[in-house]
């Protein structure tokens, strides 16, 4: 008989970021599903089916830890093929690295990655990776602009993104001209708005600002009568910007909302956001397609480890190739971080074009080129 | 009739035998615009049952919420046995020993009888078996023996009023000031309060300010009057002297006994 | 004494019971669930102990995370030992608590619940502006010392359950007469000698030292701290275990809170189901046992007396 | 000057939301003595009805958009009055005279809707299309007509309920209610049918105001939870009970949020709001406008 | 038992407070154009028994009847509506309301406006001293001032039969005389009053009949003025 494999999932599945978890429960659904079809994953002789948890982290630490402890010691599950949040997140890390599990996450910190945590890997893009082409990108399109206004929300992404970003934008001779940091579960957003309007700053940089934010800001900055350049780079969500910003929002560059719809987009990806679009009512973004791809890694990784010992697989997924579903991608970034345990897929620049997503430039991160060559 | 004012006053200016406890000097109180007590002086002598009587609002409750400490005066001075209480929170002037009752709400009543007595114990008894000592012994002084374990509030009006006189004697009282004491008693039970409160003064050494509008009751058990109306001194002096004064016949007792 | 109470001496059982149990069992996650149990019991435990004095202190959840702060930052950054980061909780939460209450408690009732509310939420807002404590990602790496690694899930049971006991007997004592005189009418202790303020502030600084002491090993178990942990929602879900449980007797909430926690554990995979079943069972349990479950063991006493007397 | 008039009609556009989501809480928690924290999810239900009966109509059906509004609103109205209702009816009524007992039913409550929204909607935020497009500039300062729409109504029920509390016969049972039950039993006043009636009124508040805000904010299964914290602090430090004392906190939050938001940092706001609050409390613990207790 | 010169009848009653009873079959009448009083010790069930007819209190046994209808089971809103007044124990004012709408409380089950308008007219005159209060909150009342706002609630209620339990605690001599005056007022002006006093001396002065209650059993009755003379009654209540 098959063996069961199991793998969970730790993210907020209610409040307001429960978006995010149901639609990375379903990315890793399809990516179980599939496997399980295919004949599940053979390793040391034996075939695996694997067999799917999905946890509501809550978006804090100790959920997380809580969730962690199901996971690990209740459950007996190795592998996490996506978490959601960097508290709880850290808190999971806290655990599974003791317990020697291999975690997959989304954290957009350098404080979760590094040779301390051996078998914590990153399935998606983070500042690092995204700013630098993305801002870029942006500076030559409009070579004009000389100062953005930061506006980023007080919690943990917030935070940890605002310093890189006002950084690479020093790079690109963009002066940052303010910060603001709101709390998460403002609903009114007028006096931010009269202020980047009087302050008449070229770019606004949304930061880490969830959609539903920052389309209330653009409609508030609309009514100001300010028409600059609009800038979000942890935007997952086009369809829901535009629906909630309208003409507003148009011309909005996105940096984590790729166009799982354009031509661009794989086929597996578009099969995957037309399904989620169905099931949940929501594209996929960047981050919740992710945990199809953790899961890909893992069967890759598995399989070529011929084991299911987290560790072995641990010190074997920087050294493969394996199909994620932008297509062939590999985990790198041993110059950042100190340890290769990077994700590395393509960053997708978009643009929101008559309330769509339009992919605007996609640039492969340099090492994934070298490593498929 | 200027006389008979001038007369009872300085009747009271006399002063009687026993030493002076308490001493308030021009008291005065306000709510917002409204003047509760105004110029009130008065003096309470060791031993004495004084009684404070007046119309509804004369001011006598907010009198002893400004002698305990409960609210603090807008102007005057107040001491107690000769220290300075003015400004004195309630707990300090209460632990010097003069310790008072309320009109209303005088009890603790969710709490049973024996806890309520208790309470007041804890204060100046620092063991359990002192304060169980101390609170069996009020308890049968007021009566209360038979109830230490019903509910304060489940207790028949009159009871309750008793149980608030043992908390006040559980905690030691030098002056003991009583604020409407005798209301809802009936007249066998109102003979036994009064008894009771001369038995306080009389073995237990401690003196009496009494709040009250049983006439007969104060008549009889005071040993001077004093009779506030719309927060000022009306009148001053023996039951006699009170009862008889024209002016306090017409504020407050309607009509010549 | 014990003969005397076997409700007491049931309940020390149950506390050992549950120590070995954490010494001698290998299973981690039941080892865990246990610890839970026992801090969210704590935690319930502490509230109530200030709803004595008829105050619903929501700012429990801003002394628990003090408390965790606390021991995370003796931990982390200044490197104390094991044994007085933990101490260092109940000392700053206490010295913490007693200023706050200071300043606050001449208000009551939905004032002082809002204060305490509003308190929560600067404390919280603090650490996530405060960069020395992690901001929003907070604070990580509070591990026990290598060598007391296996031990420490008994002594945070322990401590807990010294706490559970400590408060237990406080309000035996006078002290706990003096705090329900205070909340049934608060004039009669202050016209006898009592100096109540003093006495809510005590009241108040005996939880919220308790409830520190609860935030140092909540540091320690979970090794990661966040503001996120310590918003109002804490205290909240401290009063439903105070409620579900009974106020009547400090067993209630413990009552309450391991109900609660091992239905919250069962009920996690379940997505935003694990809301609905949660809310369900709060609101089936406040209206189908008003008094809380020992409420329902008063009853059902009072029944059988009733039944004896009848006969 | 133009910014200043600029950050005082930002109060204004934020102020008459906070109060016209206070008045329902005003209502139940300050008139009532009933701690409601699933007041916000009437909020959200009304605003959660709007947006489907509209993607409806519209989008299916082609009405015009204000008369798919109108329809909406009304029908938000009828399903928040419907779960009012229910929760009163197998709830409340049973933890009248209990704060705390009818603090943990809510969070049951709470907790309950909010899992219930989550299944039933999912949790994409939704949005209606503009019901009255366009904007306005007033001496300088601009906000969209639907913003001012929305002031005005809100200053138009903020009268009606004011009316109804302090010169109506209902209004007069509801405080009576509130303070002794038995005393108001005692007057002839049905207590439990005037407590129902008080709760739907304050439940129908919320849905207006849920209702209201669906046409100029973004709407998620959570969206009333926002609003509820500011809300409570808005009565308390205005006076519970007191509708004027709604109004004057509404805009004082909104004060401090349009303003120290533009000179600081939102962020900073908030913390300045919370501090602002306790210190209003140990200065005057009975709230701007509140009587003292007892 | 329906006899048309008697408003309210009590038969048999028994009250008891979880298991321990506190009326045990008490019947009484309250005729039509009379003064009726309850005298008795404290705990006897004199409030217990007033309780009771209010609605707040639901009787084990017995019977109440209330213009020849049956009210035993009624809920005091109704009771209230039928005519029935009580000025409960312990005033029950709502304190942070203010006077005038304390005042207005007591009208609540009446829809004739200018009568209503008459009458708070007619209770300010009563006791002047609230008059200048109107907006001030009840609780920051003397306590015979709050008393005296207690009746004036009652009498807005413009009752067929009045309820008074112990209506003169805490007043000034001058006022109980006042309330007296009222009571017999009202009474002339055709409302029927059933009166507990602890001024018992008052109290049968006042009565046209008057019972003994002691213990949950009414235990003597009479006309007012023979009760004075009973030597019982004198020990017992008019001692001082
Ligand atoms: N907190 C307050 N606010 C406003 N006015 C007050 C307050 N307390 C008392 N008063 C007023 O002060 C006056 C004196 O009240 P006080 O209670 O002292 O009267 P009293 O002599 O005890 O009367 P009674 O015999 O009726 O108890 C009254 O007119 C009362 O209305
Ligand atoms: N809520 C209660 N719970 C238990 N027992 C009660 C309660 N209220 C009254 N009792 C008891 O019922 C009996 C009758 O009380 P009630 O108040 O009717 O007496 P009363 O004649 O009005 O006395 P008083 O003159 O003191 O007002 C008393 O023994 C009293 O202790
Ligand atoms: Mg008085
Ligand atoms: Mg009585």
Redesign the interface.
Known sequence: ADETLKVGISAPMSGAAAAWGLGFEYAAEQAVAKINAEGGIKAGGKTYMLELHAYDNKYNAAEGAKTAQTMLNRENINFIVGSIGTAPVKATQALSERKGALLFNTGWGKSIKGPKYPLTFTQMNTPFEILAPFYGYIKEQHPDAKTVAMITPNDATGQELEPVAIDTWGNLDVEVISKDKYERGTTEFQSIATKIATSNADIVDFGASPPTDVGSMLKALDVLGWNGIKVVPAGTSAGTLSKMAGAAAEGTYLGASADFTGESASEIQRELNAGAMEKLGEALNGITISSYDAVMALKKAIETADSIEPKKIAETLPTIIFESSYGPAAFGGAEVYGNPQQILVPVMITQLRDGKAVEVGRIAPAELKKRLK | MNDTQTDTLSGYNKSSEGKILLKAESLERK?GGLTAVADFSFELHEGEILGLI?????G???TFNLI?G?IPPTSGTLSFLDQNITSK???YI??MGL?????????????SVA??I???T???LKT?AA?QEKMREMAKLTGLEDYLKVTAS??????QRMLSIA??L??EPKVLCLD?PL?????????AA?DLFEMIRSELGITILLVE?????VM?ICDRILVLNHGRLLAAGTPEEVSQNDLVIE????HKK | MLKSNPGLALCILIAIGAICFALFSGDPYYVQVVIWVFANAALAVTLRFVLLIGELNIATAAFFGIGAYTTAVASTILGWPFFISLLAAPVIAGVISSLFGWITLRTKGPYFLLISFAFTEIVRLIYTKTEALGGNSGMIGMFPPMELDAYFPAIAISILAAILFGLYAAERSNLGRVFKAIKNNEDIPRSVGLNVIGLKILCLVIASTAVGLVGGVHAYTNSVIAPADFTYFVAVLALAYVKIGGEGHIVGPIIGATILTLAGQFLHSFGPYENIFYGAIIIGALLLVPGGIVGLGVRFKAGTLMGRAGR | MELQVQLLMNTLQIGSVYVLFALGLTLIFGVMKIVNFAHGTFFTAAALVVTSVMMWSVDTIGMPIWFSYLIAFVMALLVVCVIGFVVYFFGFKYVLKDLNGSFILSIGLLLLLNGTYLILYGGVPRSIPAVIPGNITILGASLTIQRLVLMIVAAIITLGLYILVHRTKLGLSLRAVAEDQEAAMLQGIPYRRVALYGFLIGATLAACAGALMATVTPVTTVIGDDFLVKAFIIIIIGGLGSVLGAILGGLLIALIESFGGYYFDPSTATLAMFVLVVILLIVRPQGILGHAEK | MNQPNVILSIHDLFVSYSGVPALEGVSLSVKRGEITTIVGANGAGKTTLMKAVAGLLTPLKGKIEFQGEDITSLSPAHTVARGLTLVPEGRRLFPTMNIRDNLMSGAYVRTDKDAIQKDLETVLDYFPILKDRLHMPANSLSGGQQQMLAVGRALMASPRLLMLDEPSIGLAPTIVETIGNIIQTISRNGVDILLVEQNAHMALELADQAYVLENGQITLTGKGQELIQNDKVREAYLGL
């Open positions: 709510f007046g119309p509804n609002g004369a006598k409750s907010t305990s409960f929170s309630a707990t209460s632990r310790i008072r009752t309320f009109q209303h709400e005088s009890l603790l009543s969710e709490m806890d309520n208790i309470i007041a804890t204060h100046r359990a304060r489940s207790l028949p009006h009159g009871l908390i006040a559980a905690a409407e209301t809802g008693l009936q007249g066998s039970e109102v003979k009064l509008h049983n006439m007969r009751a009889r504020a407050y007792l309607g």
